[in-house]
């Protein structure tokens, strides 16, 4: 009895399934409705809370050198940008670029934001760090006005650093009704100083890329801008970062260092020109603590010297935004002057001074030609880092940010 | 020498300190809230480079861009929503 109890309810289910999927065809059948549809479609492509977008630049070129002429650039950087919700966002940006060796991959920056509040944003990860604005805000390729960069601003940071690992904290508010400032504070590994055991001749320089600090310091910096006018067009900031850079356990162990940084930005538009003028500039100090390193020059002998290195430059630019003409209306002037101050006594010393002076021909917002003179004065201040140093240069590169 | 270093030290540390003061106290009535997006999209999407066109992305890429330079460009919460707002209208 119980058997065929069971049986019978199997079969009724079944019965009853069918007959409701059938039903539902049917009703689907009959009511086919094709704005209803479209809808359903439509909503299959909404995006979601999480987005994703790629960007990035890339630029190519060819420089006239004292020595050589070559074609440069074949490299690019794409920038990944992941946006989990409204507070949470990753960044980060990769270069691949081309050399002697092969191709070569760069780890920029990898970092994650979280929006705490209005005024504070917290980021962890490798960052660009706001030491003055140039390493953070304006180095990028299409954001840069010259093709070159201001002497000690290079890549891997000689006079002050361009990103570090750590943490910071950021924000922006309003002061005064008109005035606003932004600011941000944070802590990282830090530099580290090439104490010449192994590289006599880099002794007191430091070194920026430390992905495993040397000692257990770490160092704190940070940087205050202040935006006083009504139409946010000048911004002055102020910077610093202090820490220990010596290697722990060493007779470096306790040498300090202090950076500091002054960085001036005025952007506005000048009627009487019909365009834009651009003015920036930044002035970075590096001071070490002082020590005695091993002397290259006489073997076995120490040597010491004042471990002070600036590196500065003012640009300025004028762009014919908005001159009724076509072609007038896509160029831009500019000039800048840089120099370096690496210290006079050490081996790596000496002093650089370079003009640069450039006409650019714009072919969107954020693509394009520049055409650039440039002249180095110099008495040997090593920066190895760049062919741009050789002396007289003509270069030109065609930039493009994504 | 020493004493001048940490005089200044002191001065920055004393502006942070300062700067996260007033954070705590600033005031609502400020130029963002009373200027429009377009407004400030001229005034502060140029400061670094050109100013984008609204055309050149899509809204859903304009408001993770807005993230990216709310951070890059350190700007207020205000600012950035405005003209993230003018933008995905513009577009």
New interface residues.
Partial sequence: MNKLLKVYLLLLTMFFISGTLFAQNEEDFDKEDPVEDLAKEVNTLKPGLSRFLMRGYAHAGIEFLKDNTTFVGGSFNPIFLWQQSKRLLFESELELELTQDGTELGLEYADMSYFINKYLTVRMGKFLLPYGTFGEKLHPRWINRLPSNPLGFTHEGQVGPMSDLGVEIRGAVYVTRNAWINYSLYVVNGPKLNDGVDEPEEGGQLHYNNYVDNNKAKSIGGRIGILPLYNSSLEIGLSGQFGKVGTSKTAYEDIGSQLYAIDLSYVTRLDFMKSMLDIKGQWNRVSVDQASYSDPENAGQNYTFENVSNAYYAQLSIKTAFVDNDFFNKLEFVGRYSKLELPSKAVWGGEDTQITVGINYWLDWRTVIKFAYQTLDSSGADDGHSSLTQGDAFLIHWSIGF | MKSK?HI??LV?GM??AT??F??GC??T????VAKSGAELWG??C????????PT?FGD??W???G??M??????????TDKVVEFLKMAN
Avoid: D, G, Y
């Fill in positions: 270093k200044i030290n920055l502006s942070f700067a996260l007033v954070v600033s005031s009535e400020n130029a963002a005034e502060n140029v400061r670094c480079h050109n100013a984008p066109s050149a859903i890429q408001e993770t861009i993230q990216h709310r951070i890059r460009a350190n700007l207020t919460a205000v600012q």
